[in-house]
C-alpha cells in the first residue's frame, strides 16, 4: 500500500537536463495554486523551440526543464467558483502574464516583461499533470484533443499576420516551411495575401503545398534572390516574414522587401541581426518583430479550424509518447525528413 501511495504520488516527466541530454523522470505531482486547476496533459506538440532547447539554443532558458508549450488538457481539479468543469478538455495559452507591468497594462501580454512561458521560463507540458491560472485555459469545446494542441503554434502566425497589418491582396513572402511559418502562411492566405512559400528544403516545399493548398514556392537556393525579382517584377515583396531562426536567413530576407513594404521577425536567434541601412532607408520599410501571440490570437484560430479554413491535421506527420520521447525528439532534432509536425500522445 505504501508503494502505490508513492507512485500516485508521482507522475511522469521529460526533462532537459543540459543541451543534449534529455531524460525521463518521476516528479511529485503538483499541488493546486489559488486561481489555478489541475489540468492532465492530452497532448504535446513538439516546437522548433524545444529543438532549440534540446540543442542549447534558447535564449530565455535555464536548466533542466521540462519542455511543452503547445498543449491540450483534461481539466482534473478545481474550486467550487471555477467556470471549468471535470472532464473538460481546454486549449492552454502557455503565456503566463504579469498583468501589472507596463506591456500587460497596454494589452500586450504576449511580451509581458515578466512573462513565464511554459517549457521556457518554467516547466511546461511534458508531463502528466500541470497547475495552472484558469485564465490561462480556454474550453475547447468540439475540438479535438489533437486541434486543441495545434492552436498555439498556429497563434504564432496568427500574430504575426495581425501585428503586420497586411492588406488583402498584399504579395507576402513566408520564409522557413515549418510548423511557424506555415501558420503565418496560412493566416496571411485567410487575410487575402497572394502567399508564397521559401525554403532550403525542396521535400519540405513539397510537404507545405500538401499541408496548405499554397503552391507558389521559391527554394532557398543560389538564385532564390533572382526567382524572387522575377516572381515580383522585380519589385519585390510588401511583407516578409522570416519564420527560420537562422541568423543568415533573417539577414538576408532584407533584400525581398519591396519599397514601402513590411518585414516581420517571427525566428528567435541568439545572435545579433544586422542590416544594411542605405537599403532600409531608401525603401523606407518597416520592421517588426512578433513574440508569441494574444486571446485574440488564439480565438482567431480556433474559429478557423472550426470553419473549416485551417485543416490542422494535414500539418501533423509525425506521433510519439512520453516513453519514447526521450528518443524520438533527439533524432528528429537532426533528421526533419517528412516531419512538420510531432505530436506527443500522453495516455
Not at 471535470?86 to 507591468?101: D, E, F, H, M, S
Not at 534572390?225 to 516572381?231: D, H, I, P
Not at 517571427?266 to 544586422?274: A, F, R
Request: proline residues 3%; glycine residues 8%.
Amino acid at each position: 500500500m505504501l508503494v502505490g501511495a508513492i507512485m500516485n504520488s508521482l507522475m511522469r516527466a521529460v526533462v532537459c537536463r543540459n543541451p543534449c541530454e534529455i531524460a525521463a523522470e518521476f516528479r511529485p505531482r503538483p499541488a493546486r495554486l489559488a486561481g489555478e486547476v489541475i489540468v492532465k496533459i492530452s497532448r504535446v506538440g513538439i516546437c522548433g523551440t524545444d529543438y532549440h532547447i534540446y540543442e542549447g539554443l534558447q535564449p530565455f532558458l535555464e536548466y533542466p526543464r521540462v519542455m511543452g508549450h503547445e498543449l491540450s488538457a483534461i481539466v482534473e481539479e478545481t474550486d467550487s467558483t471555477s467556470k471549468l468543469t471535470r472532464g473538460q478538455l481546454v486549449v492552454v495559452n502557455p503565456y503566463l502574464a504579469c498583468g501589472t507591468c507596463h506591456a500587460c497594462k497596454r494589452a500586450k501580454p504576449n511580451c509581458c516583461m515578466k512573462i513565464e512561458v511554459l517549457g521556457v521560463h518554467r516547466d511546461g507540458g511534458m508531463c502528466e499533470y500541470l497547475s495552472l491560472p484558469e485564465k490561462n485555459l480556454m474550453p475547447a469545446e468540439d475540438l479535438s484533443a489533437d486541434a486543441a494542441a495545434s492552436v498555439e503554434f498556429l497563434a504564432i502566425g496568427a500574430h504575426a499576420v495581425r501585428r503586420s497589418g497586411m492588406k488583402s491582396g498584399a504579395r507576402v513572402l513566408v520564409i522557413g516551411a515549418g510548423p511557424i511559418g506555415l501558420g503565418a502562411a496560412l493566416f496571411a492566405h485567410i487575410a487575402g495575401g497572394q502567399v508564397t512559400i521559401m525554403d532550403r528544403d525542396a521535400t519540405r516545399l513539397a510537404l507545405a503545398s500538401v499541408a496548405t493548398g499554397i503552391t507558389r514556392n521559391i527554394l532557398a537556393d543560389e538564385r532564390a534572390s533572382e526567382n524572387v525579382a522575377k516572381s515580383t517584377g522585380r519589385n519585390g515583396f510588401d511583407v516578409v516574414f522570416d519564420a527560420t531562426g537562422n541568423q543568415a536567413s533573417m539577414q538576408k530576407s532584407f533584400d525581398y522587401v519591396a519599397h514601402g513594404g513590411s518585414y516581420v521577425m517571427v525566428g528567435l536567434v541568439k545572435e545579433s541581426i544586422t542590416f544594411f541601412d542605405p537599403d532600409f532607408h531608401k525603401r523606407e520599410m518597416t520592421l517588426f518583430a512578433s513574440r508569441n501571440a494574444t486571446a485574440e490570437d488564439f480565438e482567431l484560430v480556433i474559429s478557423s479550424i472550426r470553419s473549416g479554413q485551417v485543416q490542422f491535421s494535414k500539418l501533423i506527420t509525425h506521433r510519439t509518447n512520453l516513453d519514447e520521447v526521450t528518443t524520438m525528439l533527439p533524432h528528429w532534432a537532426h533528421d526533419k525528413h517528412g516531419l512538420i509536425k510531432a505530436m506527443i500522445e500522453i495516455s
